[in-house]
């Protein structure tokens, strides 16, 4: 899963992408990434935890394949809920994004299937006195909230984030250009 995660920010396909989504409907075999490399990426408290059938981190795993991963750990700011004292609280993130949905701060579009699908799946367990989040059937559910929680407190770094550059065919000549560099109003130049 981080190589998945970290491949999607970079915008380079998985090696095995193709493999992998070739039993898939139609419209999502390709690929798509962000294309942001330089976005600064804060790994889930449990991000340092060895990944199975590896030697390596989550933010290991993700810095190999071009991630930009910080030593910083997600973490809610004291603002956004001030009665919660445990700042990695997965119940308390899951309780203000609750409260975003419900005064309309935050929405799921219909073309995000997969997570409206894991939304429906989404389970609660009985774990002594205490009713907890499962584990299971998390992942977009845990995305949002590591987003949605983040982007109200990091958006300087999402926002000078710079997307690759694609290279770009000039369709223009250099007649065209020179023209180009008068306006309508008797020719002068700009």
């Excluded at 193709?18 to 490399?37: I, K, V, W």
Aim: aromatic share 8%; glycine share 6%.
């Amino acid at each position: 899963m981080p190589d998945y995660m970290a491949c999607k920010i970079t915008g380079n396909k998985p090696k095995d992408w193709d493999d992998a989504a070739a039993h898939a409907p139609a419209d999502l075999r390709e690929f798509s990434g962000l294309g942001l490399p330089s976005i600064p990426v804060v790994p889930p408290n449990d991000g340092d935890g060895i990944q199975s059938g590896t030697q390596f981190t989550r933010s290991e795993i993700m810095r190999r394949l071009g991630a930009k991963m910080t030593p910083k750990v997600w973490k809610l700011h004291p603002s956004q809920i001030p009665m919660e004292t445990n700042r990695t609280s997965k119940v308390g993130s899951i309780a203000l994004l609750a409260q975003w949905f419900q005064d309309e701060e935050l929405f799921i579009f219909r073309n995000c299937r997969e997570t409206l699908r894991e939304l429906g799946l989404y389970q609660w367990t009985k774990e002594g006195r205490r009713t907890i989040p499962s584990p299971k059937n998390d992942h977009f559910m845990d995305a949002i909230r590591y987003g949605a929680t983040r982007v109200e407190f990091d958006g300087i770094p999402m926002m000078q984030a710079r997307r690759m550059v694609s290279p770009v065919e000039i369709q223009e000549t250099p007649y065209q250009r020179i023209a180009q560099a008068y306006n309508k109003k008797m020719g002068r130049k700009l």
